[in-house]
């Protein structure tokens, strides 16, 4: 057994499978697969049960993949700390964030991470999905859910609180919702629920509402939404911080404000792969992430 042979074993486990692990380390799958027998050969153990669909570690083969983490990640840190001999700290690091509370929120936090730390480098991608970060295209994303995935690590940040709002001259001129039950009779502009309905619960104290919306406006794009509201198209129903200062600022209005209204959920996690190396880059921007934004939630 040798360090590369940890190296490998870990690289197969992240990958999830020995084609995935072979395309990523620019090898064949039969030579991956021949490296994974020797190194099982060595330790005189099977080390993963192969299945159709995923491999299983053993439980020696566990106890090696954690030992293997633990080595890559020292050997990566000990290359970054010489990489970094007399510079400033630098790196790359590729974020996903929401469309919505990044575009209107995240992005002057970025801005000023990039005054403090303009060597790293930063990827920033505005969109809602999650699997970004299973396949590898981030190192670390931000979404507003009711409960983070399973096998994700998660930091919550932040509690999201939605609200139904429309322009002043709407409210004027048309009634607006005195219940969660009014809704499903109105022009309901918000956000969108691809393939499936959407399902709004509100809560007041004890009292709770489950109901299907069909809106007559929906997006994901949280500026179109603010601007479809502001010209009186309808009642929206979005996040607090979208309308916020039209709201301040007399633009808009708000009903239904003592119910608390759960659309998409509620809570706002930073996720992260386990096991994966977090390199300084990386875990500079999310204690910046994390300071801003619990700061941001007060």
């Avoid at 929401?98 to 000023?112: A, E, H, K, N, Y």
């Avoid at 609200?163 to 009014?182: E, L």
């Avoid at 009292?207 to 949280?222: D, G, I, K, V």
């Amino acid at each position: 057994m040798n360090v590369q042979s940890l190296a490998l074993l870990v690289d197969i486990v992240d990958a999830g499978n020995l084609s995935l692990a072979a395309r990523r380390l620019k090898m064949s799958r039969a030579n991956v697969s021949y490296h994974l027998a020797q190194l099982e050969k060595s330790v005189g153990q099977q080390l993963m049960r192969r299945t159709t669909r995923r491999l299983e570690l053993t439980e020696v083969g566990l106890r090696l993949y954690q030992h293997g983490c633990i080595i890559r990640d020292e050997l990566m840190a000990a290359k970054e700390s010489v990489a970094s001999l007399g510079k400033g700290l630098h790196g790359s690091v590729r974020m996903s964030m929401p469309t919505g509370f990044g575009g209107l929120v995240m992005s002057s936090w970025l801005i000023d991470f990039k005054r403090e730390y303009p060597d790293i480098s930063l990827s920033l991608l505005f969109e809602n999905r999650v699997d970004d970060l299973l396949r590898e295209e981030v190192d670390i994303a931000i979404r507003v859910m009711s409960e983070p995935p399973e096998q994700m690590v998660a930091v919550e940040l932040a509690r999201v609180r939605y609200v139904v709002c429309a322009a002043v001259d709407y409210a004027r001129t048309h009634s607006m919702p005195a219940h969660p039950a009014d809704l499903p009779h109105m022009p309901v502009i918000t956000s969108a629920a691809v393939g499936r309905e959407l399902r709004v619960s509100a809560y007041r104290g004890e009292e709770s509402h489950q109901l299907t919306l069909h809106p007559t406006l929906a997006s994901e794009n949280f500026q179109f939404l603010r601007e479809a509201v502001l010209g009186g198209l309808g009642v929206g129903l979005v996040p607090e911080y979208v309308v916020a200062h039209d709201v301040a600022e007399g633009r808009a209005v708000t009903s239904l404000t003592e119910w608390r209204l759960s659309v998409f959920g509620t809570r706002m996690y930073l996720l992260r792969m386990p096991g994966r190396y977090q390199t300084l880059a990386t875990r500079t921007l999310i204690d910046f992430m994390v300071k801003r934004a619990r700061a941001w939630s007060k």
